[in-house]
């Protein structure tokens, strides 16, 4: 089993700067890829970012160039930088990881950019 915990979600204005982090415990040697999923209110969830243990990131096309994925193994924390923020970028953010036998979601973490 793998627990999930994520921090940082808030109330920002347009333009401003956001740094959501996810604690990761249990058996997180099996860990082999993190992420970060978003769901606003009536919508499809949607990928946002993930690393596979190699450092190698993928993003939405919609956060290239404003988000920012990073990994600490030694401390197995994941974080998000999220900068110039958008009222489109207002919604629940999930971590996520994928093991050798299953995927683990946190609980989420508001973000509400808004002026």
């Known amino acids: 089993q793998v627990q999930l915990v994520e921090s940082g979600g808030g109330l920002v204005q347009p333009g401003g700067s956001l740094r959501l982090s996810c604690a990761a415990s249990?058996?997180?040697?099996?860990?082999?890829?993190m992420g970060w999923y978003r769901q606003a209110p009536e919508t499809q969830r949607e990928l946002v970012a993930t690393i596979t243990n190699d450092g190698n990131t993928n993003y939405a096309e919609s956060v290239k160039g404003r988000f920012t994925i990073s990994r600490d193994s030694t401390n197995n924390s994941l974080w998000l930088q999220m900068n110039r923020l958008k009222p489109e970028d207002t919604a629940a953010y999930y971590c996520?990881?994928?093991?050798?036998?299953?995927?683990?979601w946190g609980r989420g973490t508001q973000v509400t950019v808004s002026s």
């Open positions: 996520h990881a994928q093991g050798i036998t299953g995927a683990y």
């Open positions: 249990g058996s997180i040697f099996s860990l082999i890829r």
